[in-house]
């Protein structure tokens, strides 16, 4: 049985192929972090982090995504990067899903923060 995070990267990887994004990699390991998903966006390299709830009575999964968690998806994603030698322009974007039962509410935010 998938967890809960595994579902919801899942259901991203379907809206991003959906959206005509080509998954690249997916659970991208690097010592500064991990990706989620990093997929190509027409000729834009797109690191991806999914944030799965069961609800919001915590907050919302976009909050999840603060400094500290971008600081080490930067890292991560200038790693992978350091090993490209023609990198493409890149950027984050964010997908948040909130699971109500068999419902699912997701959301796409491109290009949800810079370099830092």
């Known amino acids: 049985m998938l967890s809960l995070g595994q579902r919801g990267e899942r259901k991203a990887a379907r809206l991003l192929r959906r959206m005509g994004m080509r998954i ?12 989620d998903i990093i997929a ?9 982090e999914v944030k799965t709830r069961k609800g919001t009575a915590f907050g919302s999964p976009l909050e999840a995504v603060d400094g500290r968690k971008q600081k080490r998806l930067t890292g991560a994603a200038l790693f992978y990067l350091s090993g490209l030698t023609d ?12 699971i109500n039962g068999w419902r699912s509410e997701i959301e796409h935010i491109p290009d949800a923060f810079g370099l830092q």
């Open 40 to 48: 190509m966006d027409g000729d834009t390299l797109v690191f991806v």
């Open 24 to 35: 690249i990699r997916r659970n991208y390991k690097s010592p500064p972090g991990e990706v």
């Open 87 to 98: 990198p493409p322009p890149a950027r984050f974007d964010v997908i948040t899903i909130v």
